[in-house]
């Protein structure tokens, strides 16, 4: 996202509607963002909505040298 429109308040409330949205649906058992490793402001909102970094899930971009972070939410149990 361009810088210019971050850090506005919007992402935390998205992100806890969409959470609770996820719990509504059958069968739905987790969530799972992608993040690349230098977006640090993103990661903090996916860690302040509960979710939890799942390294043995990290993956390298197809054709890029970018490394990416998984984050995970166990939405049951």
């Known amino acids: 996202m361009d810088p210019a429109h971050q850090g506005g308040g919007v992402g935390p409330p998205v992100g806890r ?3 609770e949205h996820s719990r509504q649906l059958p069968g739905a ?3 799972r963002m992608t993040s690349a490793t230098f977006m640090e402001r993103a990661h903090n909102l996916y860690r302040s909505l509960g979710f939890r970094r799942a390294p043995e899930r990290d993956w390298f971009a197809p054709g890029e040298d970018v490394l990416l972070w998984l984050f995970a939410l166990k939405l049951r149990g």
């Open 17 to 19: 509607e969409i959470v």
């Open 29 to 31: 058992e987790a969530i």
